[in-house]
Structures are given as C-alpha cells and as structure tokens.
DNA sequence: ATACGACTTAAACCATGGTTTAAGTCAACG
DNA sequence: CGTTGACTTAAACCATGGTTTAAGTCGTAT
C-alpha cells in the first residue's frame, strides 16, 4: 500500500496544505497514520476520504455536516441508514441550488443579450 | 408610481430588513429615495435593482463585485461595455461552479446507490 | 558541521457576509 | 396622553472557513 505525505495530497487535490491541516483539526479527517517523525501518511483509503470531503465542500456541504457524516463512518455499519439519509437529503439541497443558480443565470443571459443590443426602449429602467 | 417600503421589499424577497440595509449601506443599493421621516421608498426602478443584486448574490458574486456593477449602472451608458463584459466573465463561473457542483453531485450519487444497494465487497474501503 | 527543505504545533489573524443591539423618531390608535 | 408598531442610526457582535505566523524537529545534501 502506498502511502502519500501532505503535499502530495495538496497537490493532488490542488488544495493547500494549510487546508488539510485544518480540515484534521476540525475532525474531517479521521485516523490519518504518522511515520515515526509524527508526519502524516495518507493511505488510499485517507485519500478516498479527503476527496469525499472535497466532493461535499464543493457542494456547499458546512464543515459541521461533514464531521458529522466522517464520524458516522468511522462508526461503521450501523451508521448506513444515517448516512444514506444524509446523502440523499443533502442531494436534494444541491439540486435546489443548481437549480436556483440556473435560475438566475437566466435573468443575468437576459441582460447580456440586452446590453449586446442595446435594446433600451424607456422601458427598461437604469439596467 | 408605487413605492415600497422597507418591509415590504424584505416580504417580497424573503430576506431580513436589515439585510437590505447592510446592502445599502456597503453601496448595493444606491439612490433610494426617503419620505419626509427618512424611510426608504423603494420605487419599481430600485426594486429591479433589489431584485438583481439578489441574482447576483445567488450566483455567489461577492459584494465587491455587485457593488462594482452597480456604480457602472449608475455611471450610466458609457459603461455599458464593462457591464457586458462583467456578466459574460461571471456567466463562465457559474457555468463552471455548476458544473462542479454537477460533477460532485454524480460522486454523492454513487454514494447513495451503495448505500441503498449495501454493495460492501471488500474493495470500497471504509465509505 | 551546517544549512536546507519538508514537515510539525498552537495560536493569532483575517475576510466575508451578515445579525443584533441600543437608543431614538414618528404616526396612528385607544 | 401614552403606548404601540414601524421605522431610523451607528456600532458591536457573530459564524464560517480558512490563512498566517512563530518556533521547533528531522533527514539529507554540500
């Protein structure tokens, strides 16, 4: 099994490293190893788990949230029904924002088409 | 013409009195009127205005940059172009921060199916 | 030997985006 | 007349999510 140091992981995930030092403080990180130095060894599995918590803070998932799912792995099995609830209702909110944010994108495209026409009538306000 | 005031401006869009009041005072909201008292009278011009600085918002553009756009519209048409050029830069980050939200999405998808599935064969680690 | 680079820690610091508080003004209602 | 409700202000306060700093340890290359 190959093991990865913290810049390895930074640079692999093209987050900094001062950002996964943090993220182990703040519990998201669980059981990462250390050599004899007291330096961090990121196993495969440590990696799989860093990429989870990239992939629920790209999804605006808080800091809270996703200690609190990590925590629930580590405990194991019989978190599953817990996690699975999680998951899908935090899918639910990202979808929401997708869907807002696509939303939105609608009314700023209408402005750009507006100003790559000019199309001011008096009826448009200031905008 | 109707005016609106402060509190029914924060009804209409759903956000706090005193969020549309940080917003004025950070410059989000320029030239809106007062009665006699002092109130805010939010015209429909302004209540565009409202109304775009929220899309704006829930493109996750910062304040900085909402103010920017904003003194741009009320420099007026000169600066047409820089406004045109804005919302097409920030048209590619939303694009991109959807589509990352998208990708993220499809990982905690697959998370979900496992989970319903209970598809532990060894291989998956401890996710 | 020493100097360099990669790492460690705890704690201080920072930006962003509001929210809350305290003290006050005004108009209308009972 | 007084009190209630809607508003005003400036300033203090807060949460979130990091980033930076200072001081130190280790292994390796010159």
Same mark, same amino acid.
């Not at 961090?40 to 999804?59: D, G």
């Given at each position: 099994?190959?093991? =990865?140091?913290?810049?390895?992981?930074?640079?692999?995930?093209n987050i900094p490293e001062s950002t996964i030092r943090y993220?182990?403080?703040?519990?998201? *990180?669980?059981?990462?190893?250390?050599?004899?130095?007291?330096?961090? *060894?990121?196993?495969?599995?440590?990696?799989?788990?860093?990429?989870? #918590?990239? =992939?629920?803070?790209?999804?605006?998932?808080?800091?809270?949230?996703?200690?609190?799912?990590?925590?629930?792995?580590?405990?194991?099995?019989?978190?599953?029904?817990l996690r699975l609830e999680m998951m899908n209702n935090h899918?639910?909110? #990202?979808?929401?924002?997708?869907?807002?944010?696509?939303?939105?994108l609608k009314r700023i495209d209408f402005k750009i088409t507006?100003?790559?026409?000019?199309?001011?009538?008096?009826?448009?306000?200031?905008?």
């Amino acid at each position: 099994m190959k093991y =990865c140091s913290i810049s390895e992981a930074s640079a692999k995930f093209n987050i900094p490293e001062s950002t996964i030092r943090y993220y182990e403080k703040k519990g998201l *990180l669980p059981l990462i190893e250390r050599d004899e130095n007291g330096r961090r *060894l990121f196993s495969e599995n440590q990696m799989a788990l860093l990429e989870t #918590v990239i =992939c629920l803070k790209n999804t605006h998932m808080p800091i809270s949230g996703i200690k609190q799912y990590m925590d629930w792995i580590i405990e194991g099995d019989q978190t599953i029904e817990l996690r699975l609830e999680m998951m899908n209702n935090h899918k639910q909110a #990202v979808l929401a924002e997708i869907a807002l944010m696509t939303e939105s994108l609608k009314r700023i495209d209408f402005k750009i088409t507006r100003y790559q026409n000019r199309n001011y009538n008096g009826e448009e306000g200031l905008e």
